[in-house]
């Protein structure tokens, strides 16, 4: 009997199609639910959810891709005082980086996704940011002294 598993079981994954023995399916697998009877009207409906599946997966690539841009195409700026060393007057973190990112540029991005050590030197630096499914941007961050 051909099934479409409904939820991952070690016979199959979900959305496959597979051949198992009558009595399996019968008796394990449908009444479980871990799989439905591969009708042709079952069939059709697994296409067209697959591509469904698939069209909301492209605009969220091309989401995080526009996302990704935007944020490779952002400076930001943070005025910071100088000790009689030479160094900054307390460190920046990444909480303050975020939100600082967000008032100059109206983009909103999680401090945790950060790859930014807290800094204490002034100069211009790379800012790596994780977006999720492989996407990492990198933004300008420019620290700077106070006028």
Known sequence: MKVIFIKDHKS?????IKSVSD???KNFLLPKKFAIQATE???????VK???EKEVE???LSKLTKE???IENSIVVINRTRTPKGLLQGKITKAQLAEEFYLQTSIKI?????DFKTGNTFGTFKVP???????IAEFTLFVREND
Do not use: Q
């Not at 199959?12 to 496959?16: A, I, T």
């Not at 009207?41 to 296409?47: P, V």
């Not at 999680?110 to 950060?114: E, G, I, M």
């Not at 940011?129 to 996407?135: A, I, Q």
């Open 110 to 114: 999680d401090p945790k996704k950060l």
């Open 12 to 16: 199959g994954k979900v959305s496959e």
């Open 68 to 70: 990704k841009e935007d």
């Open 41 to 47: 009207e079952n069939i059709e409906n697994l296409k």
């Open 50 to 52: 697959l591509e469904k």
């Open 129 to 135: 940011l994780s977006l999720g499914s492989g996407f």
């Open 23 to 25: 009595g399996f399916a």
């Open 58 to 60: 492209n605009i969220r």
